[in-house]
């Protein structure tokens, strides 16, 4: 990730929650990769255009991809590097988990 920090407090590294970063597909085709501790309710957003202004704009298609962290840094880590990887990259990896 670069010489970049994520900080967090610790009370929120400390509670027992699970975190998830997503790739969802825009109804336009273009990927959003996004994180959030509940999936429904944030796909609910992206749905009615409230998720992102990303999402707003190119409309909300499906759900492609997601994976699932205890630890807030780890999933904020892992969703920085997902939104650096090339659209092939991406499909590759609901490609080969389906597989």
Not at 50 to 78: C, M, N, Q, W
């Amino acid at each position: 990730m670069g010489n970049s920090k994520i900080y967090c407090s610790n009370e929120v590294r400390t509670k027992n929650w699970r975190w998830f970063v997503y790739i969802l597909e825009c109804k336009d085709g273009l990927y959003y990769t996004g994180m959030t501790y509940n999936t429904a309710i944030r796909m609910e957003q992206h749905a009615l255009g409230l998720g992102s202004k990303f999402t707003a704009k190119h409309g909300f298609g499906e759900l492609k991809y997601v994976e699932e962290f205890t630890d807030i840094l780890e999933a904020r880590e892992r969703e920085h590097q997902l939104k650096d990887f090339s659209r092939i990259k991406k499909e590759a990896l609901w490609d080969n988990y389906i597989k």
